[in-house]
């Protein structure tokens, strides 16, 4: 019996079943645990009987989405008789967190220097973040296409982030996504929470962008949803914190008859 989300396929075949909602995610969806996916299960499963196939995985980027071996998996998935098409019912759109974030994609973000900032804002180069969310929000428009022509109709749900604490805490002690990199480029421990802040409103935004270019995306805000507690690390609620963020789905799955 399935009572969960179903990270292995196996299990369905195992079970004879067959997914009704097709979550594709970076570690929120995937993170051991604590993750959105089981709370969103919960919430889909109260009046209606839903089966959650999660795909992507943990670190995922968006740009993955769009081409690669996660966007073979996803056309397979959608597609009415290789996949799932017949049996899916919505879609749940996760990504973009760890396309900005850690050592390597943050400091692109940055001005090599910013000991000298006196905001947030200046601490960003010239047209960013702008630059970077426009090709997430191109890819995570690319995953709403393709929803779109293989089951026309099908609702795509997709998230923001609440604003992280940046306070270098991680998994296994390794905390690289936010303070780190932000030392990196000497930003003062001042301005990080506003800079994290700025990135994850701007980075709301482009989500807008994409809602408004296609009417089948339902857009959920998790902005000020959480306290500085309900993070286990920089970049991953704590169990309780998920649950929360998890109710902010609960009016538009309601609205789209998912739940």
Request: glycine share 8%.
């Amino acid at each position: 019996m399935i009572n969960g989300p179903v990270w292995n396929e196996s299990i369905l075949k195992r079970e004879g079943v067959f997914p009704t909602i097709l979550a594709i995610g970076d570690s929120w969806f995937w993170y051991p645990e604590n993750n959105l996916a089981s709370p969103l299960h919960n919430i889909v499963n109260r009046r209606h009987t839903h089966v959650i196939l999660v795909r992507g995985h943990n670190g995922a980027e968006a740009l993955e989405y769009q081409s690669g071996p996660i966007r073979a998996q996803i056309e397979k998935d959608l597609d009415r008789d290789k996949g799932y098409g017949r049996t899916l019912k919505a879609v749940f759109l996760s990504g973009g967190g760890n396309d900005l974030a850690g050592s390597d994609d943050l400091p692109q973000l940055l001005l090599e220097n910013c000991s000298a900032a006196t905001s947030a804002a200046a601490c960003l180069r010239a047209g960013q973040p702008e630059q970077l969310f426009r090709r997430v929000r191109d890819s995570l428009l690319s995953v709403v296409a393709l929803v779109e022509k293989k089951i026309p109709g099908t609702p795509v749900f997709i998230h923001g982030y609440d604003y992280a604490c940046p306070n270098g805490e991680g998994f296994l002690g390794l905390g690289q996504w936010l303070q780190f990199p932000m030392d990196q480029c000497k930003v003062k421990r001042t301005l990080h929470q506003d800079l994290v802040n700025v990135l994850i409103d701007r980075f709301r935004v482009a989500l807008e962008e994409v809602q408004a270019q296609a009417p089948s995306v339902r857009l959920v805000d998790g902005r000020k949803t959480l306290s500085s507690a309900d993070w286990a690390n920089e970049l991953h609620p704590t169990v309780p914190g998920f649950n929360r963020l998890a109710k902010c789905w609960q009016a538009p799955l309601e609205t789209a008859g998912i739940a």
